[in-house]
């Protein structure tokens, strides 16, 4: 039997990490208790399939035997669940958050957030690829691979959540950077809506992680021929460019080797979009993040830390993870992950109001 009691509402899906024991003083702290985790995604979308799985299997490992209840609050690209989180939630240590990081509005420093992502305490994180998908047909056109489509010449349409969401962002300065013309719906408040509307040709083009693209993606649209994959952002290489990810099965080219098929092999992007797209890629190592409040008790932060530690060592988490996500787990530290947000939110004015002319953010 399970350590802890879970309350789930819906579907299931991904992340953890083990080593070490909780503290012995924090090894009662959530006895009696009630953990209430706030997913910022709606239900059956990529976030909220990752974060049910996890808390599924998390919830064994945490000390004291806590009922644990998910609640969904979506809306604003994450942006609802996180401020939510950061200030309306009691800091008592019964809140808790697994969140797509909604980096990119604090980046753009949009107003959406009403405090700084920075200011959470960070449990763990898992990290994914990204694939961007787009109908064969979009366009007008009759793509089998990449290379067709970057012959495309007719406009089509992208969707997204947010003007400044990672995934809005990615969208807008890998299509540019290609000089590829089209024309973006955003506001879905998951992936599950994108993939309906793509089926139905309201919408033709987005990318999804892989726990997104493998779990929801290939069965609804690319087994049945709608679409085809496009690019994966790929692991950063010594050389500025981008290497394929292992954990990308397939022929799936990375982003810089498809800016190469259009413009020579021995082109490189450059400019502000470059610069916003690897600022990206990096943050894909953060793109699932497991947080507390601020303020919350250090008992809570050491008994969930020495959860996800031992949740990410579970040999069965492990395996359902690599099979709906055909990837092995990435997974980052509570330590790792609050650093790599803050440097991830570090940039030049330049590219922060780069950032803001994309999403159309008015400068304070």
Known sequence: MPASRLVLGGLAAAGA?????APAFAADFYKGKTLNVVINYGAGGNTDVQGRTLMRYMSK??????RVVIRNMPGAGGAVGANFLNKGAKRDGTFMGVFTTPWMHELADSGTLTASLKDLQYVGAIGQQQIAHVRKDAGGGKFESTADFLKITKSFKSAGHSPTTSKDMSIA??????GIKHEHVTGFKSAGPIRRAILQNEVQYTEDSLAGFYGGVTATLI??????PLWQNGVLNKNGLMDRSKAVSGDVPTFSEAYQMKFGKDKKPSGLDWDLYLKITNARQFLRTVVLPPGAPKEALAALRSAWLKTV??????AEYAKKNKSPLEWRTGEDAAAGIAETLTVSKELREHVQKLGKVKKK
């Open 17 to 21: 990490v083990g080593l070490l024991g």
């Open 313 to 318: 060592e579970d040999k069965e988490y492990n």
């Open 173 to 178: 300065v890998t299509l540019r950077l290609l």
């Open 223 to 228: 087994k049945p021929g709608v679409s085809i």
């Open 61 to 66: 490992y945490i000390p004291g035997n806590p």
